[in-house]
């Protein structure tokens, strides 16, 4: 059960906080109604209680957002649901360099800010600083996928090192994947504007052309399973902020509940088991290696399963897992970078002579995709100004330790770095607040050593994708994968919105930013297609 509490533990441990006879005769709809209400009761003693020690252990940090006084910080709770953002600008705005705390309902998170104290935490071994675990309280994602991955996170070097070795080779797949998607869902438009809904076309094209190369074809075009998995990013993020109201002791079972992931396993099985089985079958025929032997993250996912004896259940999870990472932050940000494009159409032109200039020297490859700094410039302002979550550069405390400037952080406290807030602080970036595409083409060209301003690089002061050991290892896949989709569409279609120049708000929640889900951007066929 990878460490977590099954549904039988969680039974008997309400039990033992509850009356019994709450669990006489279930089906009464009195008791029915007493249970829920104890159990809520229950919650939120446990929340509070927990809040109130966690609360005592950080008395000497300084609190944004609410008031430190037992059941007074759940408002601070609440805030935080609605205005995190708010919350973090405030408290780094009056304690730049330091920490400060703000209240989660069920605990206090520490904000870490500046690059001196982040560099101190960069450098503390994993021992004392884990990312892992933190994703596991926070995210609640390792309680969803399975304590495992905290133990033995192999999916990262699957990742970081396998999956960006085969960029090159893969791409001819990757480009075709995102054409046949892209024609199929955006609808004929050569004359007239026609109105898309951008975050679900972008969710399916990503899922397509990610899985094109994650499990081939002809898998990555069922429709089934590309509704799972998207399907499954959506719930995951939901079930993450629901996950914040659930004390510490049950967010296990807690978590597989909300997010369903044990039924999604087993549908996923249903699109994936019979290709797992073919592999194994033809792994056991050939031995290690033999000419057509694929050449993917399933493959390469089954053979780490097989080396560490597990079932083929890990090769789902390992798979889920991937796609819920993948498919839900680069389509965010897909749809982010193509309302900027809608909101300013201006910007269209100096991309498009630059990605028709590429490709017809390179075609569609993927040291043309390494060739058109514009976009990379485009695409790295644009997550600079749309974070995946508030808060990047996630850690918990281990064991206690104390900062080079006094502040003692007890074990077993959350860290975290406040997104928006370094990336739109002025001595980080001139005009911060400004959306300036060609930012990091200037920059390049007046830096000896230009490869600190590309979209992948991460630094103290840019960190939408992390920054350190953990810093996304997905990051060359995603920006390779967002450069071919957005080239693609700057090649063929003209973009705007209706009200021209107005950008759609993004939607704030909890630890989710997401790009406005309702916008729709008008698209019209380029009249001198360039392929
Ligand atoms: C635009 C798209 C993406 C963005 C903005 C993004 C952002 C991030 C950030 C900010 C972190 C670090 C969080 C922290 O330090 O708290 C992270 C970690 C991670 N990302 Fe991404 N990501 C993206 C795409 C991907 C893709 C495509 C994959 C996989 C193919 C992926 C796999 C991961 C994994 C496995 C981690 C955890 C790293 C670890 O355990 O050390 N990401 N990502």
Request: aromatic fraction near 10%; include cysteine; glycine fraction near 6%.
């Amino acid at each position: 059960m990878d460490g977590q509490l099954d549904a039988r533990r969680v039974c008997s441990l309400l039990h033992g906080i509850m009356p019994s006879s709450s669990f006489v005769n279930v089906f009464s709809v009195e008791s029915a109604a007493r249970s829920v209400a104890y159990t809520a009761c229950s919650v939120f003693l446990i929340l509070l209680l927990h809040s109130l020690v966690s609360a005592a252990r950080l008395r000497h940090i300084p609190t944004e957002g609410s008031s430190t006084l037992p059941l007074l910080s759940f408002k601070g709770s609440f805030d935080f649901l609605r205005d995190l953002r708010g919350i973090f600008q405030r408290g780094y705005d009056k304690h730049k360099g330091k920490v400060f705390k703000v209240s989660l309902p069920d605990r206090w998170l520490v904000v870490v800010t500046g690059r001196e104290l982040l560099g101190e935490l960069m450098r503390m071994p994993e021992d004392t600083i884990s990312f892992n675990h933190a994703l596991g309280d926070l995210t609640g994602t390792t309680w969803i996928f399975g304590t495992r991955m905290i133990e033995d996170p192999w999916h990262i070097p699957l990742i970081r090192d396998k999956l960006t070795k085969h960029l090159t080779s893969s791409f001819g797949d990757l480009h075709d994947e995102v054409e046949t998607a892209f024609k199929e869902l955006i609808p004929r438009c050569d004359e007239e504007w026609v109105p898309v809904h951008a975050i679900k076309v972008a969710r399916n094209v990503v899922a397509r052309a990610s899985n094109r190369v994650f499990v081939g074809l002809p898998i990555c075009r069922n429709q089934g399973y590309l509704d799972l998995v998207v399907k499954l990013a959506v719930e995951v993020q939901k079930t993450r902020n629901k996950l914040l109201w659930i004390p510490q002791v049950i967010k296990g079972p807690a978590a597989r509940l909300l997010s369903r992931i044990d039924s999604r396993i087993q549908q996923g099985m249903h699109y994936l088991g019979p290709v797992i089985q073919q592999r194994m079958a033809e792994m056991r025929k050939f031995g290690e290696d033999w000419p057509a032997k694929p050449d993917d993250l399933l493959q390469w996912t089954i053979e780490g399963v097989l080396a560490r004896q597990a079932t083929m259940e890990l090769v789902m999870r390992t798979m889920f897992l991937i796609n819920f990472v993948a498919i839900h932050t680069t389509s965010n940000s897909f749809t982010h970078a193509l309302y900027h494009l809608a909101a300013s159409p201006h910007f269209i032109a100096p991309l498009r002579e630059e990605i028709d200039a590429v490709v017809a020297a390179e075609g569609w490859t993927k040291a043309a995709m390494g060739k058109l700094w514009k976009l990379d410039s485009f695409l790295r302002e644009s997550l600079r100004h749309n974070s995946i979550n508030p808060f990047s550069i996630r850690r918990k405390a281990l064991k206690s330790f104390t900062f080079s400037d006094g502040t003692y952080i007890p074990k077993d406290t959350l860290l975290v770095m406040p997104a928006d807030a370094t990336h739109f602080d002025p001595e980080n970036f001139i005009d911060a607040a400004v959306f300036d595409p060609w930012r990091s083409v200037r920059v390049k060209e007046q830096d000896h050593d230009p490869s600190k301003h590309q979209f992948i690089t991460t630094s103290p002061e840019y960190i939408g994708w992390g920054h350190g050991k953990h810093a996304c290892p997905g990051r060359f896949f995603a920006a390779n994968e967002l450069k071919a989709m957005m080239a693609y569409v700057i090649a063929n279609y003209d973009v705007k919105f209706e009200k021209e120049g107005v950008r759609p708000e993004n939607v704030h929640i909890g630890q989710t930013i997401t790009p406005d889900p309702d916008a729709r951007v008008l698209f019209r066929q380029r009249k001198f297609p360039s392929i």
